[in-house]
């Protein structure tokens, strides 16, 4: 397509980084510019996203304007009029699959010359990343940052009518904007945002800037999405927020996360869930409301990061190994049968391996029911990037695979424990392994593979557990 280039604006850290900004509501539907809807007539869109579920919310906010203006869906980019990358920028192996990514478009493009391709998300808030798309992937057409996705029409718009080359990344986040149009990746469980941003700052985290200050959505808003989930019939909700537990606080209206939960229970859709909690300011309240509702599932994410407290001060996690166990301890005690699950990073800047065996005693303790971990990657800006760090890459890859034996240990004990017993399970599809067969979690959040028709993908079924592989379990159905 074009070869001009035209900014709107471009990512500054330093705006990124400013908290003393405020907030207002917007209603407005959007509007869909004429000449981009006779545009649409006839043509297709495909969407590729990366990285957590915020960004999957998101797709399906820019699948719902892409819609409005008459696009329509196909299940491959070789197919698409238009292709979005939807991109995450949390360690730099995410970024280095998108630039994989952007490079094989580069066929489609010589092919088809018309193909719009933008890129969107929270690595291109990064004005680096946008200085190398331009200076190396000259078919990229539209970069657009996470701040402004309810402005797709108007830019696609200005990218089909003006044959340009479109930048524009916002570095603060605009009101919190109700009302967008968007198309369900599923038809039976769904993401609610309840919060955008983080304020959290941890010190290897380059979230706080991609996705800036923490706003949260107003109560009603958030209770009337579920209650239309509901209506629809929806299985499962979960409650998103880089940080959940501050739901509220930013609102000043006395909303918290322990009411929002108490009154998302009361919808009654069957299975409640939330990403992510922070340690820090988990309230015995909230354990309380998810310890009193059936249809809150029993299952807590909690991110420990590190076992160690010199680390973790390092970190900015303003808690202590001491205080993390504590908390576990209670929620244990206060919801029995809960699963809780961990993030792990392994070789913080000059972390010892006598700090990294305190993470592996945290895992034996906490005895997680599943853990996602990482090696520590740098993130420009943060302030745990500029630590000379003096860990090798090999070092860290082997305390990785150490860590991740150890986990193996206490996720199979908490899977072998379920053999014999029966779980409803909420049925996701066919298996991915194999077809003939049904996947579907538990309430714990555990994989379970069983023979089962496919007319039974979006139900609750109950699974008798047979046997158990680590991250994994195998059933039959029981009625
Ligand atoms: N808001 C969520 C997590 C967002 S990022 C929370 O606080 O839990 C998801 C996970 O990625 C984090 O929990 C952390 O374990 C990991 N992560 C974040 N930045 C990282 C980095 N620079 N290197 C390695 N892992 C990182
Ligand atoms: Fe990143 Fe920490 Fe915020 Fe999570 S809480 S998004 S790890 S800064
Ligand atoms: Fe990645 Fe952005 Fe989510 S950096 S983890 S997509 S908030």
């Not at 203006?69 to 491959?76: C, L, P």
């Not at 089909?160 to 990746?185: A, F, G, Q, Y």
């Not at 945002?193 to 700052?201: A, E, L």
């Amino acid at each position: 397509m074009a070869n001009k280039c035209e900014f709107i604006s471009l990512p500054d850290d330093k705006l990124e980084r400013r908290r003393n900004l405020s907030f207002s509501f917007n209603y407005e539907e959007i509007t869909i510019p004429s000449t981009l809807a006779s545009f649409a007539k006839g043509r297709t869109y495909f969407i590729h996203t990366l990285g957590c579920q915020a960004n999957y919310r998101d797709e399906e906010v820019m699948g719902g304007i892409l819609e409005k203006a008459g696009f329509k869906k196909v299940a491959s980019e070789k197919d698409a009029n238009i292709i979005i990358i939807n991109t995450c920028a949390v360690r730099e192996n995410a970024e280095d699959k998108v630039f994989g990514y952007i490079g094989n478009l580069k066929a489609i493009k010589a092919a088809r010359k018309d193909t719009i391709i933008a890129i969107c998300g929270c690595m291109v808030q990064q004005k680096h990343i946008i200085e190398k798309i331009l200076d190396i992937y000259k078919h990229v057409d539209l970069i657009f940052g996470t701040h402004n996705i309810y402005e797709l029409a108007s830019m696609l718009n200005e990218v089909v009518t003006k044959r340009v080359r479109l930048i524009d990344v916002k570095s603060l986040p605009s009101d919190i904007k109700e009302n967008l149009p968007s198309t369900r990746l599923s038809s039976f469980k769904a993401f609610v945002n309840i919060s955008y941003g983080c304020d959290k700052f941890c010190t290897y985290c380059i979230v706080p800037y991609t996705r800036g200050k923490e706003r949260s959505r107003k109560m009603v808003d958030i209770l009337k999405e579920c209650q239309e989930l509901k209506d629809a019939g929806y299985q499962e909700v979960t409650l998103l927020g880089q940080n959940v537990n501050a739901y509220g606080k930013d609102l000043n209206d006395g909303s918290s996360f322990a009411h929002l939960l108490d009154e998302v229970a009361k919808i009654g859709i069957p299975r409640v869930r939330f990403l992510t909690s922070h340690p820090w300011d988990f309230k015995e309240e909230m354990i309380d409301v998810i310890a009193k509702h059936k249809n809150i599932m029993k299952y807590i994410h909690l991110p420990v990061q590190s076992g160690d407290d010199e680390i973790l001060k390092l970190m900015g996690r303003r808690y202590t190994s001491a205080q993390y166990k504590e908390l576990v301890d209670l929620i244990k005690r206060k919801i029995p049968g809960v699963a809780i699950s961990t993030d792990i990073i392994v070789g913080f800047p000059n972390e010892t391996y006598e700090q990294f065996l305190k993470t592996v005693e945290m895992v034996k303790y906490v005895r997680y029911d599943s853990a996602f971990t990482f090696i520590y990657s740098p993130r420009n800006n943060t302030p745990a990037a500029k630590i000379k760090d003096n860990v090798t890459a090999k070092e860290k890859s082997q305390r990785f695979r150490e860590l991740v034996k150890e986990l193996e240990v206490t996720v199979g004990e908490s899977s072998s424990k379920m053999v014999g017993n029966t779980y409803p399970v909420l049925v996701e599809g066919a298996s991915e392994k194999n077809p003939k067969m049904l996947s579907g979690y538990t309430e714990t959040n555990k994989l379970v593979h069983f023979k089962g028709d496919i007319s039974l993908v979006g139900q609750i079924v109950n699974v008798k557990i047979n046997e158990s592989h680590v991250y994994s379990l195998m059933g039959e159905l029981v009625k």
